[in-house]
């Protein structure tokens, strides 16, 4: 149960001595810091996509919310708009497309994993429509989305980071010491159990999809301004280390289910590894063949080790 | 010679780890009897036909089927050797035929692979009218009615032409008539030779159908009888070490002309209609009749489950319409369900989790945010609360490790954590499935609600022995509506109380 439940720790610990050994350049701030930097827009959609799985749910459609979001964002700077404006904009787009995924989902019943790869398919066939396909880039990026994404504060630490950090927090109280955050592993955990001590299960998981599309918005920000770019996929590579991310945080602490420091460790532990095995130059197919079997492995971890099945998972 | 047992254990003993489950049971079936198993929760008996059937491994001591002993690996094991077990949980596929159900894995095939639909049916009828069932075999068994399924569950285990058939509470979600004929295709099945293992907690069902008694207590056999040598009280007797005379609390009604709840010709769009009754605080109702009389669905009407079509229900004197069980619980209407597993516990809780689920405004501390070290407190304080005591040994513990008696002890001892919101307290078959030694704490609970702390509590029960015993009133129901209601003085015998209910 200890390897369970340390397990991912110790993983992480591990690859990050066999990497500082491999290449010293791996210690220095600048890479620690542009590790954590990969690691924000996988644990910002993480946590979002976190508390949609915690209350039973799923959402496919998270990355491509976050692409239209980006493309979005740019092509208003291309026109010049107000940069608070398109933020707003930004965060209303990721959360009407949460409140949209929710009323198919918990209104209209439809099992989550057709109904939001359905809207997945839609948003990215509107972001290709907004960018005419093509990667689109603003002459000029407005000084609010360098501080937000792409400046450094001393020098060294990427602005992006706070962001990360602030959501972080945030996430591990909403989901571990709130009561809304109990209410919502409640009504994942015994949707039926939990609606016969009084607690509004649509609700709960109504707010987790708004708040995974509002995460989606601030990924899709996030990313842009640290690209000073978009195109209609860039939300897109995030899908899977993002789902993997999460189960695979899912095994920190609580052996099997879904938390927030596990996703954030888990975030980190992804970013690492993608780092690490570009840095002593290992081929571009190693980490696809690293990522599959860690995650295969880990949940193997949860199904033999750990005496939890994964039955209150529902994919 | 052949052995003139079907089956026999000579000191059968299985032991976990601070645990004799199992000690040193002497214990046969004869071919052709049906021999039940009793005894409380945890008295040894389902480990002991775990061990009978494979799925557990004797400690010491040994298992004879037909006079030859035997060491079974795996249910599968005994299965081929002609001990078959049905389990009390239902193991169809819902959408598969009676047929395919009862062949699968064993069908006829020809031209290699393919089934040979027309000799695999004939096979499944053949196996059906041997017994004398009357069953469907050719629908899809979720279309069938509960005891249709449980006979299609035996028809498979007959299969194999098993020597023994071990059922494991078979009748424990079935009404009265489906009962009747279950135990039709089970003395069928014995006039073949079978021994059969019956166990139950219904007593008056083992006294219909067993010709002999053994009773388990603590891991032990404490008596194998001939059933009509033994009687109710003995039973319990055996069972319990205390007298029946104890079982049930003494009841001081005190008949108040207070209404706490009044409802008056409520119906629904499904099962009931035109219900009216009353409810005083410091009583208890009763709610008796058979499983889909109505009662768990009027329960479930007043906790806001489900809605009225007409009809009112006035709480003090004042119409509510309850719009969920959220609105209930604020005005005092608590819910104990009936199915625990499903509807009441959070089994990816721990212990604590799942009692605190309520009370959860009482921790918040600074921003909102609980303070898990209040809440472990007040979890603590709710499991040792002096009116239900919980046995477990952390408060953070998985809840499946608790026994079933502790697990109705959660759903109780939740709601009385907010003991001082309550006002009307319903409680649906809160004593199925528990030991007997649990029910009696039950019905003193029940009984000290309503007398000490003047709530009006509905107690909803299949079982009228427990009915009559605990409650000031018996509504008795009936295709969907109450038929009968009876003041205690007023009931002289069941039979009175029955024949409204059938």
Same mark, same amino acid.
């Given at each position: 149960?200890?390897? !369970?439940?340390?397990?991912?720790?110790?993983?992480?610990?591990?690859?990050?001595?066999?990497?500082?050994?491999?290449?010293? /350049?791996?210690?220095?701030?600048?890479?620690?810091?542009?590790?954590?930097?990969?690691?924000?827009?996988?644990?910002?959609?993480?946590?979002?996509?976190?508390?949609?799985?915690?209350?039973?749910?799923?959402?496919?459609?998270?990355?491509?919310?976050?692409?239209?979001?980006?493309?979005?964002?740019?092509?208003?700077?291309?026109?010049?708009?107000?940069?608070?404006?398109?933020?707003?904009?930004?965060?209303?787009?990721?959360?009407?497309?949460?409140?949209?995924?929710?009323?198919?989902?918990?209104?209209?019943?439809?099992?989550?994993?057709?109904?939001?790869?359905?809207?997945?398919?839609?948003?990215?066939?509107?972001?290709?429509?907004?960018?005419?396909?093509?990667?689109?880039?603003?002459?000029?990026?407005?000084?609010?989305?360098?501080?937000?994404?792409?400046?450094?504060?001393?020098?060294?630490?990427?602005?992006? !980071?706070?962001?990360?950090?602030?959501?972080?927090?945030?996430?591990?109280?909403?989901?571990?010491?709130?009561?809304?955050?109990?209410?919502?592993? =409640?009504?994942?955990?015994?949707?039926?159990? *939990?609606?016969?001590?009084?607690?509004?299960?649509?609700?709960?998981?109504?707010?987790?999809?708004?708040?995974?599309?509002?995460?989606?918005?601030?990924?899709?920000?996030?990313?842009?301004?640290?690209?000073?770019?978009?195109?209609?996929?860039?939300?897109?590579?995030?899908?899977?280390?993002?789902?993997?991310?999460?189960?695979?945080g899912s095994l920190f602490l609580k052996g099997g289910v879904v938390n927030a420091p596990g996703i954030i460790l888990s975030a980190v532990f992804m970013a690492s590894l993608s780092n690490g095995f570009t840095m002593i130059g290992l081929p571009f197919y190693a980490k696809d063949i690293a990522q599959g079997l860690i995650l295969v492995i880990a949940l193997l971890g949860i199904c033999v080790l750990g005496r939890k099945s994964m039955r209150d998972i529902k994919l | 010679m052949p052995s003139m047992f079907a089956l026999e254990t000579r000191h059968l003993t299985k032991a976990f780890p601070g645990v004799i489950a199992v000690n040193d049971v002497d214990f046969a079936v004869r071919?052709?009897?049906?021999?039940?198993?009793?005894?409380?929760?945890?008295?040894?008996?389902?480990?002991?036909?775990?061990?009978?059937?494979?799925?557990?491994?004797?400690?010491?001591?040994? !298992?004879?089927?037909?006079?030859?002993?035997?060491?079974?690996?795996?249910?599968?094991?005994?299965?081929?050797?002609?001990?078959?077990?049905?389990?009390?949980?239902?193991?169809?596929?819902?959408?598969?035929?009676?047929?395919?159900?009862?062949?699968?894995?064993?069908?006829?095939?020809?031209?290699?692979?393919?089934?040979?639909?027309?000799?695999?049916? /004939?096979?499944? /009828?053949?196996?059906?009218?041997?017994?004398?069932?009357?069953?469907?075999?050719?629908?899809?068994?979720? &279309?069938?009615?509960?005891?249709?399924?449980?006979?299609?569950?035996?028809?498979?285990?007959?299969?194999?032409?098993?020597?023994?058939?071990?059922?494991?509470?078979?009748?424990?979600?079935?009404?009265?008539?489906?009962?009747?004929?279950?135990?039709?295709?089970?003395?069928?099945?014995?006039?073949?030779?079978?021994?059969?293992?019956?166990?139950?907690?219904?007593?008056?069902?083992?006294?219909?159908?067993?010709?002999?008694?053994?009773?388990? /207590?603590?891991?032990?056999?404490? &008596?194998?009888?001939?059933?009509?040598?033994?009687?109710?009280?003995?039973?319990?007797?055996?069972?319990?070490?205390?007298?029946?005379?104890?079982?049930?609390?003494?009841?001081?009604?005190?008949?108040?002309?207070?209404?706490?709840?009044?409802?008056?010709?409520?119906?629904?769009?499904?099962?009931?209609?035109?219900?009216?009754?009353?409810?005083?605080?410091?009583?208890?109702?009763?709610?008796?009749?058979?499983?889909?009389?109505?009662?768990?669905?009027? *329960?479930?009407?007043?906790?806001?489950?489900?809605?009225?079509?007409?009809?009112?229900?006035?709480?003090?004197?004042?119409?509510?319409?309850?719009?969920?069980?959220?609105?209930?619980? @604020?005005?005092?209407?608590?819910?104990?369900?009936?199915?625990?597993?499903?509807?009441?516990?959070?089994?990816?809780?721990?212990?604590?989790?799942?009692?605190?689920?309520?009370?959860?405004?009482?921790?918040?501390?600074?921003?909102?945010?609980?303070?898990?070290?209040?809440? *472990?407190?007040?979890?603590?304080?709710?499991?040792?609360?002096?009116?239900?005591?919980?046995?477990?040994?952390?408060?953070?513990?998985?809840?499946?490790?608790?026994?079933?008696?502790?697990?109705?002890?959660?759903?109780? =001892?939740?709601?009385? &954590?907010?003991?001082?919101?309550?006002?009307?307290?319903?409680?649906? @078959?809160?004593?199925?499935?528990?030991?007997?030694?649990?029910?009696?704490? %039950?019905?003193?609970?029940?009984?000290?609600?309503?007398?000490?702390?003047?709530?009006?509590?509905?107690?909803?029960?299949?079982?009228?022995?427990?009915?009559?015993?605990?409650?000031?009133?018996?509504? %008795?129901?009936?295709?969907?509506?109450? !038929?009968?209601?009876?003041?205690?003085?007023?009931?002289?015998?069941?039979?009175?109380?029955?024949?409204?209910?059938?």
């Amino acid at each position: 149960m200890f390897l !369970v439940k340390y397990g991912l720790l110790l993983a992480a610990v591990l690859i990050w001595i066999a990497f500082g050994i491999l290449q010293h /350049r791996f210690y220095s701030p600048i890479n620690i810091f542009s590790i954590i930097r990969q690691a924000s827009i996988i644990g910002i959609l993480g946590l979002g996509l976190g508390g949609i799985v915690i209350n039973g749910d799923f959402d496919m459609s998270f990355a491509a919310n976050t692409s239209l979001v980006g493309v979005i964002a740019i092509t208003m700077m291309m026109n010049d708009m107000n940069p608070v404006l398109i933020f707003f904009v930004g965060l209303a787009i990721g959360t009407t497309v949460g409140a949209v995924n929710s009323l198919l989902v918990v209104r209209a019943r439809i099992p989550a994993f057709i109904a939001t790869m359905g809207m997945m398919i839609f948003l990215q066939g509107i972001a290709k429509y907004v960018t005419g396909g093509a990667e689109i880039y603003p002459i000029h990026v407005p000084m609010f989305y360098k501080l937000f994404g792409s400046s450094y504060t001393f020098g060294v630490i990427p602005n992006g !980071v706070f962001t990360f950090a602030i959501i972080g927090v945030a996430a591990i109280l909403f989901y571990g010491y709130s009561r809304r955050g109990r209410y919502m592993y =409640a009504s994942g955990g015994n949707p039926d159990a *939990a609606r016969h001590v009084g607690l509004n299960v649509r609700a709960n998981r109504t707010l987790a999809f708004v708040l995974g599309g509002l995460l989606s918005g601030v990924a899709g920000l996030l990313l842009i301004s640290m690209l000073r770019a978009a195109n209609p996929s860039i939300g897109q590579g995030y899908l899977f280390p993002t789902v993997i991310t999460v189960f695979l945080g899912s095994l920190f602490l609580k052996g099997g289910v879904v938390n927030a420091p596990g996703i954030i460790l888990s975030a980190v532990f992804m970013a690492s590894l993608s780092n690490g095995f570009t840095m002593i130059g290992l081929p571009f197919y190693a980490k696809d063949i690293a990522q599959g079997l860690i995650l295969v492995i880990a949940l193997l971890g949860i199904c033999v080790l750990g005496r939890k099945s994964m039955r209150d998972i529902k994919l | 010679m052949p052995s003139m047992f079907a089956l026999e254990t000579r000191h059968l003993t299985k032991a976990f780890p601070g645990v004799i489950a199992v000690n040193d049971v002497d214990f046969a079936v004869r071919p052709g009897e049906v021999h039940a198993l009793l005894g409380e929760n945890g008295a040894g008996k389902s480990t002991f036909c775990k061990v009978l059937s494979g799925v557990h491994r004797a400690t010491s001591g040994e !298992v004879l089927l037909e006079g030859k002993p035997v060491a079974f690996r795996s249910p599968h094991d005994a299965l081929v050797a002609g001990l078959s077990m049905v389990y009390q949980e239902r193991n169809l596929i819902p959408f598969l035929t009676g047929t395919q159900n009862i062949c699968l894995g064993k069908e006829e095939t020809q031209y290699g692979s393919l089934i040979h639909e027309s000799k695999t049916r /004939r096979m499944a /009828r053949e196996i059906r009218d041997r017994v004398g069932a009357h069953v469907r075999l050719d629908v899809e068994v979720e &279309a069938l009615r509960p005891s249709e399924q449980q006979v299609i569950e035996i028809l498979r285990a007959l299969f194999h032409r098993p020597r023994l058939l071990l059922l494991d509470e078979p009748t424990a979600s079935l009404t009265h008539q489906d009962t009747e004929m279950l135990y039709e295709v089970i003395r069928n099945v014995i006039s073949e030779g079978v021994g059969v293992i019956f166990i139950s907690h219904k007593l008056e069902e083992v006294f219909k159908i067993a010709d002999r008694i053994t009773i388990f /207590r603590d891991g032990i056999r404490v &008596a194998t009888e001939l059933a009509a040598d033994l009687d109710r009280d003995a039973c319990i007797r055996h069972m319990t070490n205390r007298d029946i005379s104890e079982l049930y609390p003494d009841v001081q009604a005190k008949p108040t002309d207070e209404r706490l709840l009044d409802v008056e010709n409520v119906s629904d769009d499904k099962k009931l209609h035109d219900i009216s009754f009353t409810l005083s605080p410091g009583e208890v109702v009763g709610f008796y009749g058979l499983v889909g009389s109505g009662r768990t669905e009027l *329960a479930e009407l007043l906790f806001g489950l489900s809605s009225k079509t007409s009809g009112t229900v006035k709480l003090r004197g004042e119409e509510v319409r309850i719009r969920n069980p959220g609105h209930a619980i @604020e005005q005092g209407i608590f819910l104990v369900p009936e199915d625990r597993a499903r509807h009441g516990l959070f089994s990816s809780f721990n212990l604590k989790e799942n009692l605190t689920l309520p009370v959860m405004s009482r921790f918040l501390g600074k921003l909102g945010l609980i303070d898990h070290r209040a809440e *472990a407190a007040a979890a603590t304080d709710i499991a040792d609360n002096g009116e239900l005591r919980l046995v477990y040994t952390d408060i953070q513990q998985q809840i499946d490790s608790l026994s079933g008696g502790n697990k109705q002890k959660i759903l109780i =001892a939740r709601w009385l &954590a907010k003991r001082e919101d309550a006002a009307v307290m319903i409680l649906d @078959e809160p004593t199925q499935g528990i030991d007997i030694g649990v029910k009696h704490e %039950i019905y003193e609970l029940l009984r000290r609600l309503a007398e000490k702390h003047q709530l009006g509590v509905i107690f909803i029960s299949s079982e009228l022995a427990e009915v009559i015993g605990v409650s000031d009133r018996v509504c %008795i129901f009936k295709d969907g509506t109450i !038929v009968k209601e009876y003041r205690r003085d007023e009931i002289q015998n069941q039979e009175q109380v029955l024949k409204w209910a059938f």
